[in-house]
């Protein structure tokens, strides 16, 4: 369907950019910062991609870079608090002042220019020494280290952050080990069955998050901000149909079911059910849940798939990201009417467009896009520039579809492209840029890490000057 697009996004549209502390920030270890998973695991590739010691050095650059902020015209920035910077240990007795006076400044710095703070509380990098005390999400004690640690915030920068976001990609980053601290336990049920008591703690302290936010910031909005990775059938096979439908519902809606509903839904508690894997539940627990339904539906949208139905002898892959295999559930096949990057993620502004359809139609929320952009090797050329053409292909093509979803009639709130900057990508370093702005560093060696804009960051100045009317 064709709409004449013209005049279609709000004039309070939030155009924004996104980044997360331990891919940004560096200074892992100012100002009295604690380790974090994700700088442990980081740590470990040290000799092949950059890691999280420097990354794009905002912690000392952020004035800067909210100036570049400010000249793109920027209307919000997406950025994660690190908790180890807030509470080094995880639990502390008291914040760590310094900690906290950075993201006053970088808060203060973002409203002196008109940019809108959204936050994200925690974006994969839970205090290491949380994982030596009790080993993380495994013990319940973790809900209430987060929901200080979410209350410390709140009341801190609550009167001044308007955006807040609990945990980022909860339904991802339960698939990483490494950032759960399952790294070292051997495959199989057991490591299936933590994995999901972990998840279902997770949930608890998100709804704390929500329900904290809502008691002592009554006029600021909070809602996730998950991975949305949609499932194609692979065929009209019928079989391929519930694949589809399988894969959306033990993927993705499992989760935003639990959020919005309070509850897990039937059929996850049936799946889990079947595995051996439901979570031990406390009384109380559901009210809780219940307590922290979200303002909207925030989320992060790269890649689909396609799904068809696999036998339940199949040998099973619960973590791989682009390749999960459920037994009896669903496989992944490449989508032949799709191009991939080289990272083999497939490029699928369409289903952009149906994710929209997706969420609104379940939920009946306001949307925010929390992520969408393109990951690969960018090249400074002998002129001092990045001519990232592609970049703008693949954004071009995507606020497209959003812009045909918001004429459609579903209330979008932001969209944010990932990444402001170039980042440590989470698992290929400065070899997979993101950025709008370029940061002159290589995996190995930091140089000066000098900014320069690349192609990108002009063309989306314009988009934002048009309020999305001209692409
Ligand atoms: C999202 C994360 O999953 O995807 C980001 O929220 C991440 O932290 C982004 O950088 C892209 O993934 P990757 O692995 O290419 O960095």
């Not at 980042?423 to 900014?451: A, H, Q």
Request: with cysteine.
């Amino acid at each position: 369907m064709d709409i004449n697009n013209n005049k279609i996004f709000p004039m309070d549209f939030l155009w924004g950019a996104a980044t997360s502390a331990f891919q940004v920030e560096g200074g892992y270890s100012d100002g009295g910062k604690g380790l974090s998973v994700a700088d442990v695991a980081s740590f470990k590739h040290s000799d092949q991609y950059a890691d999280t010691k420097i990354a794009s050095d905002f912690y000392h650059k952020y004035k800067q870079d909210i100036q570049l902020m400010a000249e793109l015209g920027l209307k919000s920035y997406r950025f994660s608090i690190a908790w180890a910077r807030i509470f080094p240990n995880g639990n502390d007795e008291q914040p760590n002042t310094e900690g906290i006076k950075f993201y006053d400044d970088v808060i203060n710095s973002l409203l002196e220019n008109g940019i809108e703070p959204i936050v994200t509380m925690y974006h994969f990098d839970m205090p290491q020494a949380l994982i030596d005390q009790y080993n993380g999400w495994q013990s319940r004690k973790s809900i209430d280290d987060f929901d200080r640690y979410a209350r410390t915030l709140l009341q801190h920068y609550g009167d001044r952050v308007k955006y807040w976001l609990p945990i980022n990609e909860q339904n991802l980053m339960i698939r990483k080990d490494k950032l759960l601290g399952l790294q070292h336990l051997e495959s199989g049920d057991m490591k299936e069955r933590l994995r999901h008591q972990m998840n279902y703690h997770m949930f608890l302290a998100s709804a704390k998050a929500v329900d904290a936010c809502h008691e002592l910031c009554p006029t600021a909005k909070i809602g996730p901000a998950f991975a949305y990775l949609p499932a194609y059938p692979a065929t009209s096979r019928p079989e391929d149909v519930l694949a589809a439908q399988d894969s959306d519902r033990l993927l993705n809606h499992y989760l935003t079911d639990t959020y919005v509903f309070g509850e897990y839904p039937a059929y996850y508690k049936h799946y889990l059910e079947k595995q051996g894997w439901l979570p031990q539940i406390q009384d109380g627990d559901e009210e809780i849940l219940k307590a922290g339904s979200p303002d909207f539906i925030g989320f992060n949208y790269y890649v689909s798939f396609a799904a068809q139905y696999c036998s339940p002898e199949t040998k099973a892959d619960y973590t791989s990201i682009l390749n999960p295999v459920l037994p009896g559930y669903f496989e992944y096949v490449p989508n032949e009417y799709l191009d991939a990057t080289e990272y083999n993620w497939q490029i699928d502004p369409t289903g952009f467009r149906k994710s929209f359809r997706d969420l609104y139609d379940r939920y009946h929320l306001p949307l925010m896009v929390t992520e969408n952009g393109l990951g690969t090797a960018d090249v400074l050329n002998s002129e001092g520039k990045v001519v990232d053409m592609y970049r703008i292909k693949y954004l071009k093509d995507h606020i497209g579809q959003m812009r045909t979803a918001v004429a459609e009639g579903i209330p979008v709130i932001a969209y944010h492209m990932w990444a402001f900057i170039d980042i440590v990508s989470s698992s290929n370093g400065f070899k997979k840029r993101y950025g709008l702005v370029y940061v002159d560093r290589n995996e190995l060696e930091e140089k000066e890490l000098r900014r320069v804009r690349k192609e990108s960051y002009y063309w989306y100045k314009h988009v934002i000057s048009t309020n999305g009317d001209d692409l």
